[in-house]
């Protein structure tokens, strides 16, 4: 389970990462699923926490209350297509 005191970081350069996440999210698989699919935005801001190795509650202190499930899922997603690690 993903816990507010884990690290992000990223797995390989920003460069890479963004090229990755641009690459699944044209993927047939993928592009069904865009109403829960993170924004540019979100993208940004869990990248930016990842490159700086804050924790998962770090990310999300600044995000709206009612967008922070959004955000959980999003960090989460960006985990299982291996563009952001956590750090236990």
């Given at each position: 389970?993903?816990?507010?005191?884990?690290?992000?970081?990223?797995?390989?350069?920003?460069?890479?990462?963004?090229?990755?996440?641009?690459?699944?999210?044209?993927?047939?698989?993928?592009?069904?699923?865009?109403?829960?699919?993170?924004?540019?935005?979100?993208?940004?801001?869990?990248?930016?926490a990842a490159s700086?190795k804050q924790t998962?509650?770090?990310?999300?202190?600044?995000?709206?209350?009612?967008?922070?499930?959004?955000?959980?899922?999003?960090?989460?997603?960006?985990?299982?297509?291996g563009v952001i690690?956590?750090?236990?």
């Amino acid at each position: 389970a993903l816990k507010p005191s884990m690290s992000l970081v990223l797995a390989g350069t920003p460069n890479a990462a963004t090229g990755r996440l641009l690459r699944f999210r044209e993927l047939r698989m993928v592009n069904y699923s865009q109403v829960v699919l993170p924004n540019d935005h979100e993208i940004d801001t869990i990248l930016q926490a990842a490159s700086a190795k804050q924790t998962v509650a770090q990310c999300l202190e600044n995000v709206d209350p009612e967008a922070r499930i959004h955000f959980y899922r999003s960090i989460l997603w960006m985990l299982k297509l291996g563009v952001i690690r956590v750090l236990w």
